[in-house]
Each structure stands twice: as C-alpha cells, then as structure tokens.
C-alpha cells in the first residue's frame, strides 16, 4: 500500500468562511483533535495576515505534537520572514507559499508576465528554504493553468528545492479528468526529485472530492482537505470523503493515517465550533448520511445491512445506522421498531397499526416511540411522558432572559424557572432542572422553513446519555417552544 498525506486546512482555508473565525483557544482544540484523528500536516493560519492569526499558529506550534504545523505565505519575503517566526516552536515545520500561474492572475493580479512569475515563485521557496526545510509550494490557479507553462514552474521550484508541490483548483473550475490529466502531465514531464505532488480542489462546480481522487489516482501524493468540506466560497474536498472514498476502495492501494472512528466526533466539534450547520444529506458526517427512511430500503437493511450500505457507521465514529419511521416507511421497518418496543403483533394487528401509522405520518413527518406506543393503545411508561404545559419567557436587548416552565410528567405537573444568556437557554435550564438527568446537547439546528417573519421554526436537537444519542424534533412558530419541544422529545425517547 502507498501512503497518502492528509493535509488539513480547516483553521486557515476552512477558517477563511465568514462567521467561522475562531479564537486562539478554539482553534488549539481543533488541532488536537485533527492531532488525534491522525492528520500528517495541520495548515494552522497565515500569519503575516494578523497578529490573532500569527499567535494561533504560535500556540498551535506549541500544543501539537507530532504532525508537521504549516503556515501560508504569498511569494513576498516579509510574509516568508513572519511565517519562519510563528513557526519557531513546532516540532515539525513546514511553510507554503506560492503564486498565481494562471494567465488570468498573472495578467490582472500582478500584471506581470510569464517569466517574471516563475522567476518570484523560485526566489520565494529558495528564501524559505534559507528559514525551513520542508518547503511546500502552491500554483495558484492552477487548474485554469496551462499545463506546458504549469509543468515549467513547477520543475524551476522543484530545482529550488521545494518538497511538496501543491496544484489547487482555486476556483473549482476542472473537471475530473481534465485535473486528473493535469496531474498526470506534471508527473510525466518534470523530474520531481523527491517532490511530491498535492491536490487542493474547490467545490464551486461540486468536483472537489472526485477531482482529488482523480488526482491521487494519477499520482499525487497528499491532499488538502477540511473538516465537513467547509472553506472558501462554496469549500474545498472535505477530509471525511476523500479518506472514506480511500478506505472503501482498497483496489486503489492507497492508505492514510486517519483513525477513522474520531471523524464524526470532530465533524461535530468542528460545525459547533464554527457555528456551521452541516447540510442533513452531506456524505459521511450529515444526519442522514446513515439513516433509511423509505420501506423498500428499511427492509433491505434489515434483512442485510449491506443492501444499502457501503460503510458501517461504526467505523466513522456513528453509533449505529438509524430507522427512521415515516410515511415511506413500510411494514418490516415498523414491525422492527414495534418488535424493539417488546410490542409482538401478528399480521392482522400490523396491517391496522400500519394504515393509523401512515395516517399520523402524513400529519407529523417524523413518527417516534412514544407515537408508535400511542398507536398501539399502549399505556406508557408513566415517567417516559414529559410535556410542556407552559412556558413564558421573559428576554430581550439589556435585560437577562428568564423563563418558566411547567412540565406534565406523567400526569404530576412541575414547574420551574430558570435565567439563561439567551431565552432558549433559560428555558433548557429550567427544564433540565426538572428531569435532572445529564444530558448534553450535541447538536442544535434551528432552521425557517420557508421565508418571512411568520415561518415556523423547525428544530432538530441532538442530545447524549449514558453514551447514547437520542434524537428530539419540533416546529412552533416560536422558536423557543419549538427548541424545548425538540429537546423534551429526544428525553422522552431515553428508555426508563
Ligand atoms: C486562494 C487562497 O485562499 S489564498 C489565501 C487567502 N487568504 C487571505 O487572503 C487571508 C489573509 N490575507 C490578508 O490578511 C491580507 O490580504 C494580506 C495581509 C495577505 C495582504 O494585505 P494587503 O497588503 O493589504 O494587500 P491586499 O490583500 O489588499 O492585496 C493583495 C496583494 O498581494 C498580492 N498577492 C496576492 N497573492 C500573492 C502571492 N501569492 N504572492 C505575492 N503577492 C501576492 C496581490 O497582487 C496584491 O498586491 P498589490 O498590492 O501589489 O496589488
Ligand atoms: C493558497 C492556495 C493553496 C489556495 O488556498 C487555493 O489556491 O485555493
């Protein structure tokens, strides 16, 4: 097997997204844990760019250990002689810097010509090779580069002595096998010493993952990745697919060094960080990625998981593939659940639950256990009712939020209040005083689900307990109702 470098940008490419800036604390957790999920470079920032920047990588230097910190530069000494010093404490360094090949760039960004180009790009890595050894260089542009005049820079940086070459698809623009060619013209055509070749590909035309891989399939080495795909624009290849595409197609003989089972994890620190919902079909880490709604496919799955399968959660850190009974759902999947619930029915009573579930589920989307139970004419678990009665919220510009609720369990009311820094936080803590379980919410989404100030307010909560993960629903048009419903539901969904 070869080995393929992961190279991670998410705290400078991904970070580049507005609204996802972190600061220097937040920033050292993500290096951690992409230390833990065992990433071989972590590109930490840019740091002639800000003093924050220059101070992450500082800090990050310091906290990571083994795998090698890397800082951007442009082909400009100063940013070369800045980067050198951020880097001072990392183990392993490398810094890259590089410029645009593009006529596009060279014409309108530098109003330069060809020669002068390459003429900066070496003089750039021969003055950071006087600071570091492992110097990578990027093409800016590259995918919209001439390959002739592409192929002549990169053999010039790689004389330089330049380690790693990195052919970015700035703007998304290539198709696979246009980049896949790309990379294999490189390969022919330079003498790359003990060069390497890297990918970094963009997602404007939804090709980032597919122009990698075709990439890594006509001989580069390393790509450049963020977590949940998130970077410039519309982002760059997200780690989890490329490394899963690797993984599941062992013909490709290619191996990297990802622990596999923490990618799930960091995908969620990663968006909770950055505030940055992951789309719910987003291959590998979106809530659905893994979860069959439809009766011909829950039947399937059920019978053998592979039918519908290609990857075992488990081994990207999901605990387990998810059912998810709605009105596409057929009689296996409910008979399944109800089996899971210690419900046994024969034929006659599954087909009359069946046509009452199908009704409810035209109404109401998302059935869950305590639906099913209802349906059943089951009595519930007397302390697996919980419902909010009431709620009132008292918040606003200036003042503290407060809230008080009522809680129906199990026919016994209970009421509470609680402040909070927001009016769904004083709710949650006032009812999270009531049921005094200890539940942590791991995912928080709320979404409007069609435009105006009068929409509904759709919330998915994502809660853990006892190392299990429960999932909650709700739509109110007040969004703080619908996140207290969302989180009662995922609790009420906790077996007694
Ligand atoms: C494709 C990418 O993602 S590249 C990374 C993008 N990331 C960032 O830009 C974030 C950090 N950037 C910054 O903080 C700032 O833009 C800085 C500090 C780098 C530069 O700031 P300023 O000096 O004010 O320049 P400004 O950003 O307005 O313009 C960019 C300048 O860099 C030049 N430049 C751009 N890329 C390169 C390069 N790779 N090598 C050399 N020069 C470059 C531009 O031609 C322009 O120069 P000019 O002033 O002679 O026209
Ligand atoms: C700086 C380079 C590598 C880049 O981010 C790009 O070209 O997209």
């Given at each position: 097997m070869e080995k393929l470098f992961i190279f991670d940008t998410t705290l400078r490419d991904g970070e580049q997204v507005p609204g996802c800036q972190l600061n220097t604390i937040e920033k050292i957790e993500v290096a951690k844990a992409l230390e833990e999920l065992g990433v071989d470079v972590i590109e930490a920032g840019f740091p002639v760019s800000s003093p924050g920047d220059f101070n992450s990588v500082v800090e990050i230097s310091k906290a990571v250990t083994w795998p090698t910190i890397c800082a951007l530069t442009r082909a400009v000494e100063k940013d070369i002689e800045v980067a050198a010093e951020a880097l001072k404490y990392a183990k392993n360094k490398r810094m890259h810097t590089?410029?645009?090949?593009?006529d596009l760039h060279i014409k309108y960004k530098f109003n330069?010509?060809?020669?002068?180009?390459?003429?900066?790009a070496v003089a750039a890595v021969s003055y950071a090779k006087k600071f570091v050894e492992d110097v990578e260089f990027y093409a800016e542009d590259a995918g919209r580069t001439n390959n002739e005049y592409l192929a002549k820079v990169v053999q010039a940086v790689v004389n330089a002595g330049a380690t790693v070459i990195n052919i970015p698809d700035t703007t998304g623009y290539c198709l696979p096998t246009e980049y896949g060619e790309k990379i294999k013209y490189i390969v022919e055509h330079v003498d790359m010493k003990n060069a390497i070749l890297s990918t970094h590909c963009h997602q404007d035309l939804g090709m980032a993952t597919a122009n990698s891989i075709m990439g890594v399939i006509n001989g580069a080495r390393q790509v450049e990745v963020t977590i949940n795909g998130i970077g410039e624009?519309?982002?760059n290849t997200s780690l989890e697919e490329v490394v899963m595409a690797i993984k599941s197609h062992k013909e490709l003989n290619i191996e990297t060094?990802?622990?596999?089972?923490?990618i799930y994890p960091l995908s969620?620190?990663?968006?909770n960080l950055m505030n940055m919902p992951i789309q719910p079909n987003k291959a590998i880490v979106g809530r659905n990625a893994f979860a069959h709604s439809s009766g011909i496919h829950q039947d399937g799955v059920l019978k053998n998981l592979s039918t519908y399968e290609i990857i075992d959660p488990k081994e990207v850190g999901i605990k387990d593939n998810s059912i998810v009974l709605t009105a596409r759902s057929g009689r296996h999947a409910l008979k399944s659940r109800l089996n899971l619930l210690d419900i046994k029915v024969d034929a006659d009573e599954l087909s009359q639950i069946y046509t009452k579930f199908l009704e409810l589920a035209d109404r109401k989307k998302d059935i869950n256990d305590e639906d099913l139970l209802i349906?059943?004419?089951?009595?519930?678990?007397?302390?697996?009712?919980i419902k909010l009665e009431y709620l009132q919220i008292s918040s606003g510009k200036g003042m503290k939020s407060v809230a008080v609720v009522t809680l129906n369990i199990a026919g016994e009311k209970f009421t509470n209040s609680s402040f909070g820094n927001g009016p769904v936080d004083a709710a949650i803590k006032a009812v999270r005083e009531i049921i005094k379980r200890q539940v942590t919410i791991q995912e928080f989404?709320?979404?409007a689900i069609n435009k105006g100030s009068d929409d509904?307010?759709?919330v998915h909560m994502q809660i853990e307990y006892n190392d299990v993960v429960y999932y909650g629903f709700s739509a109110n048009t007040d969004i703080t109702t619908a996140s207290v419903e969302a989180f009662i539901d995922a609790i009420n969904k906790i077996p007694v």
């Amino acid at each position: 097997m070869e080995k393929l470098f992961i190279f991670d940008t998410t705290l400078r490419d991904g970070e580049q997204v507005p609204g996802c800036q972190l600061n220097t604390i937040e920033k050292i957790e993500v290096a951690k844990a992409l230390e833990e999920l065992g990433v071989d470079v972590i590109e930490a920032g840019f740091p002639v760019s800000s003093p924050g920047d220059f101070n992450s990588v500082v800090e990050i230097s310091k906290a990571v250990t083994w795998p090698t910190i890397c800082a951007l530069t442009r082909a400009v000494e100063k940013d070369i002689e800045v980067a050198a010093e951020a880097l001072k404490y990392a183990k392993n360094k490398r810094m890259h810097t590089g410029i645009g090949t593009s006529d596009l760039h060279i014409k309108y960004k530098f109003n330069s010509t060809q020669e002068e180009i390459l003429n900066r790009a070496v003089a750039a890595v021969s003055y950071a090779k006087k600071f570091v050894e492992d110097v990578e260089f990027y093409a800016e542009d590259a995918g919209r580069t001439n390959n002739e005049y592409l192929a002549k820079v990169v053999q010039a940086v790689v004389n330089a002595g330049a380690t790693v070459i990195n052919i970015p698809d700035t703007t998304g623009y290539c198709l696979p096998t246009e980049y896949g060619e790309k990379i294999k013209y490189i390969v022919e055509h330079v003498d790359m010493k003990n060069a390497i070749l890297s990918t970094h590909c963009h997602q404007d035309l939804g090709m980032a993952t597919a122009n990698s891989i075709m990439g890594v399939i006509n001989g580069a080495r390393q790509v450049e990745v963020t977590i949940n795909g998130i970077g410039e624009r519309a982002g760059n290849t997200s780690l989890e697919e490329v490394v899963m595409a690797i993984k599941s197609h062992k013909e490709l003989n290619i191996e990297t060094n990802i622990n596999t089972q923490k990618i799930y994890p960091l995908s969620k620190m990663v968006s909770n960080l950055m505030n940055m919902p992951i789309q719910p079909n987003k291959a590998i880490v979106g809530r659905n990625a893994f979860a069959h709604s439809s009766g011909i496919h829950q039947d399937g799955v059920l019978k053998n998981l592979s039918t519908y399968e290609i990857i075992d959660p488990k081994e990207v850190g999901i605990k387990d593939n998810s059912i998810v009974l709605t009105a596409r759902s057929g009689r296996h999947a409910l008979k399944s659940r109800l089996n899971l619930l210690d419900i046994k029915v024969d034929a006659d009573e599954l087909s009359q639950i069946y046509t009452k579930f199908l009704e409810l589920a035209d109404r109401k989307k998302d059935i869950n256990d305590e639906d099913l139970l209802i349906l059943c004419g089951r009595e519930l678990n007397s302390t697996n009712r919980i419902k909010l009665e009431y709620l009132q919220i008292s918040s606003g510009k200036g003042m503290k939020s407060v809230a008080v609720v009522t809680l129906n369990i199990a026919g016994e009311k209970f009421t509470n209040s609680s402040f909070g820094n927001g009016p769904v936080d004083a709710a949650i803590k006032a009812v999270r005083e009531i049921i005094k379980r200890q539940v942590t919410i791991q995912e928080f989404l709320i979404q409007a689900i069609n435009k105006g100030s009068d929409d509904l307010g759709k919330v998915h909560m994502q809660i853990e307990y006892n190392d299990v993960v429960y999932y909650g629903f709700s739509a109110n048009t007040d969004i703080t109702t619908a996140s207290v419903e969302a989180f009662i539901d995922a609790i009420n969904k906790i077996p007694v």
